[in-house]
């Protein structure tokens, strides 16, 4: 499976399109057309989930809130060590955000469900 096809797999449940406009969900970096070698999911991208990656053997890193969420003028080493490392290690770093919290059967319609409203 390449990159594109989870992409467009994610797309049918979680519509990039209801992203908010200050969102930066989906592909951050990597290509659409390398391979899927293995999947890591994970609220945040932090050093742990790099980490993690590695040690099973993941190049695609699907995240919750997007790892570049603003304009970023300079890569810190400390602030953005996790990005680094995953662009180092050739990591792709996808995030699934506000259109998955706005999808149907999405994060905000399972907290609902979850309540009992």
Do not use: W
């Not at 990159?3 to 200050?22: G, M």
């Not at 603003?70 to 995030?95: C, E, F, G």
């Amino acid at each position: 499976m390449r990159i594109r096809e989870l992409y467009d797999l994610i797309d049918t449940s979680a519509p990039f399109r209801l992203q908010k406009d200050y969102d930066n969900a989906g592909l951050i970096v990597g290509s659409m057309d390398e391979e899927v070698h293995g999947v890591l999911l994970c609220l945040d991208v932090t050093n742990e989930t790099v980490e993690e990656a590695v040690r099973v053997g993941a190049n695609l890193i699907l995240s919750h809130h997007p790892p570049i969420f603003r304009a970023i003028k300079r890569l810190d080493p400390v602030h953005h060590s996790a990005l680094l490392a995953a662009i180092r290690l050739n990591m792709v770093l996808m995030a699934a955000h506000t259109n998955f919290d706005a999808a149907q059967d999405g994060l905000n319609a399972y907290v609902v469900r979850q309540m009992g409203l």
